[in-house]
């Protein structure tokens, strides 16, 4: 069974930058597709960022494209998000799920999540 860790988050301002980490244990993650989630007070768990076991394709939220990169470390069994010119509206709990198979921003179809990380991004 894999576990997922997500690691990284806490306050910043706007415009500053924050790296998360989704590290797994157990299974080798470079198997899986791998993405973001994020999930603010009172609403539902959005898709962010996702990429391809073989970290060739990626797909991101149009409120993210340009400002955030995904990536993997496979030989490190994490997948990464760098996030640049934060945002207050950024401001969530990012998530990161696991799954076989291609793009999908159904949370119902990851099999595998982490705890979250907490990002704060103030005005």
């Known amino acids: 069974q894999v576990q997922l860790v997500e690691s990284g988050g806490g306050l910043v301002q706007a415009g500053g930058s924050l790296k998360l980490s989704c590290a797994a244990s157990?299974?080798?993650?470079?198997?899986?597709?791998v993405s973001w989630f994020r999930q603010a007070p009172g609403k539902g768990r959005e898709f962010v960022a996702s990429i391809t076991g073989d970290h060739i394709d990626t797909t991101y939220a149009d409120s993210v494209k340009g400002r955030f990169t995904i990536s993997r470390d496979n030989a490190k069994n994490t997948v990464y998000l760098q996030m640049n010119s934060l945002k207050p509206e950024d401001t969530a709990g990012y998530y990161c799920?696991?799954?076989?198979?291609?793009?999908?921003?159904?949370?119902?179809?990851?099999?595998?999540w982490g705890q979250g990380t907490q990002v704060t991004v103030s005005s």
């Open positions: 157990g299974r080798t993650l470079s198997l899986y597709y």
């Open positions: 799920g696991r799954r076989i198979g291609g793009w999908t921003d159904r949370v119902s179809c990851y099999d595998s």
